[in-house]
């Protein structure tokens, strides 16, 4: 009995293991099919959304949606169709970039895309004899797959839509920054080219424009945004010309060309559509008719610090702790310890992301401290202060007066300069000597603070580069609570330094400890798991 017994025990383990292989085989199969990038050709456009959640098994990065004619795809139905399918796509599809093309079917010969597809997929719907016209022209190495909707979320949207317009104009024009193209832009974009028989003007806010936008040192290159916006509109209607410009004010070309006819505007921007015409009845051009859209909510909001709605200021949030570039090979530095560079300007948190880390097991090597300590009185950099700026700013007990030293060198940036090149070799020899000895000490990491550290480009000393922003205005107010300074003092010393956007370009990760505890508490544990894996890589 005890024999059989252990024999079905081992059967039992036996055809569990080979189970579980079966099942990490054809995982492994499902992964290694899937395409980058597939297009969705449904029966009608009222059905489009039914099929997300389905595709996103077979699709990597960017799914082409494409529907075919008829009374099912009219004008009200794509309208409905653009705000089901992108408000849901976050939720149905999670990362894949969806792209609804609001041209019906005709031959897959004349579909032009900027990512090319490896994939189609039909629905079952669709009649035989279109899919047997697509497939014709189909290169063989395209994969081809059949989806089934899942009946129960059907929604007679038809129906629902029997009762709209959609009034269609030559010229259309909208605007706004365009940060990382989100469904709520797309949703945007595709109503004005629903809207539009001719042309399409998209004004892009340039770097004057996006200075009042939370974490604006984050947005992309105005360049960067424009290709996106074009990219995107050629993608879902490449029939129609366009014009994305970047734009100073927030007229752009609307205040003055007689042709537009309709601007699209979101809850947000409909103010803007209001000056707008104010602008072009004073220059005794036509008011332009406003489609406004309603604010798309975010399903997947991740903190309460960020907005409800589907916006590029979360986006920006749920950057930082990320590695935003890829560390550079430092062949002019030690392996090890590795070297984190952490600046930032004056009052921004540093010191309080510094501990945060020394608690996640970083040794830390702090710059400002070492210049204080080379201060000192009997110390060569002592004597050398007093003989250049005075002894004014020498107190009676032989200690540098960092306030009176600060009032002289904040307002005249060459006594700055001249404080810089007396202080800055002396700190930066000190440091890697105590970075050293951390490292002899068996530290992996060593986290180096520097108010300085991308003026002074000491993060060429350092593996990588993590910068510390809050907004200027928040780090004069903590100055002068902090420093009992004057509003004018602080705001000195603050332009004195690098500005955000300056140590923003040349970091590896950004933090901001501008909203609660928790918040940044997020941010450190992020960058530094992903550190960790980075490391472990590295042995």
């Not at 010969?109 to 899919?131: A, G």
């Not at 003092?489 to 300056?502: F, T």
């Amino acid at each position: 009995m005890y024999n059989m017994a252990l024999s079905v025990s081992v059967a039992v383990v036996f055809i569990s293991i080979v189970s579980f292989l079966i099942l990490m085989n054809n995982n492994k199969s499902v992964a290694d099919s899937m395409a980058n990038n597939g297009i969705l050709f449904v029966s009608n456009a009222a059905k489009a959304h039914r099929y997300c959640s389905k595709v996103s098994k077979f699709v990597k990065h960017v799914l082409y949606i494409k529907f075919n004619g008829g009374p099912e795809s009219s004008l009200p139905v794509i309208n409905k169709q653009i705000v089901n399918i992108y408000t849901k796509a976050s939720t149905q599809c999670g990362n894949l970039d969806v792209r609804l093309m609001l041209k019906p079917i005709d031959s897959i010969e004349r579909i032009k895309t900027n990512k090319p597809f490896q994939m189609i997929m039909f629905d079952r719907e669709l009649s035989k004899d279109v899919v047997n016209n697509l497939l014709q022209s189909v290169p063989s190495e395209t994969q081809v797959q059949t989806i089934d909707s899942d009946e129960k979320k059907f929604v007679n949207v038809l129906a629902q839509s029997e009762s709209e317009t959609v009034k269609t104009y030559e010229y259309v024009a909208l605007g706004g920054t365009f940060d990382r193209l989100h469904n709520g832009h797309k949703i945007l974009l595709s109503q004005a080219a629903l809207r539009a028989t001719k042309h399409v003007t998209v004004g892009v806010t340039d770097v004057n424009m996006i200075q009042s936008k939370s974490l604006w040192e984050l947005i992309e290159p105005v360049e960067k945004r424009i290709k996106a916006v074009l990219d995107f509109l050629t993608d879902i209607n490449p029939d129609l010309e366009y014009n994305v410009c970047p734009i100073q004010d927030v007229y752009g070309p609307t205040k003055e060309d007689p042709r537009f006819q309709l601007i699209v505007v979101s809850e947000e921007t409909k103010r803007g559509a209001l000056k707008i015409n104010e602008k072009r009845k004073e220059n005794g051009l036509l008011p332009l008719d406003v489609y406004t859209i309603g604010i798309a909510e975010d399903l997947e909001q991740q903190s309460t610090e960020e907005e409800t709605k589907v916006s590029s200021s979360n986006l920006r949030m749920r950057l930082l702790g990320t590695l935003l570039t890829e560390p550079k090979p430092k062949p002019n530095i030690p392996d090890w310890p590795y070297v984190i560079g952490l600046a930032g300007g004056i009052a921004s948190g540093k010191s309080n992301i510094t501990n945060k880390l020394k608690l996640k097991g970083a040794a830390v090597v702090n710059c400002d401290i070492i210049a204080h300590e080379l201060y000192e009185p009997g110390l060569p950099l002592n004597h050398t202060i007093a003989e250049v700026f005075g002894k004014d700013v020498i107190t009676a007990q032989g200690e540098v007066d960092r306030r009176k030293l600060g009032s002289v060198v904040f307002s005249d940036k060459e006594q700055l300069e001249k404080l810089n090149k007396l202080v800055w070799p002396a700190v930066i020899e000190e440091a890697q000597r105590r970075i050293k000895a951390l490292g002899e000490q068996g530290y992996k990491v060593v986290v180096m603070e520097a108010a300085v550290m991308v003026r002074a480009k000491w993060y060429t000393h350092c593996h990588q580069l993590w910068v510390v922003i809050i907004p200027p205005a928040e780090a004069i107010k903590r100055l002068q609570e902090r420093n009992n300074l004057t509003e004018e003092e602080a705001k000195q010393r603050v332009s004195a330094q690098p500005s955000n956007a300056e140590q923003v370009a040349q970091a590896n990760v950004v933090f901001s400890p501008y909203w609660s505890y928790e918040y940044t508490q997020v941010q450190i544990d992020k960058a530094w798991d992903q550190l960790e894996k980075y490391l472990e890589c590295r042995k």
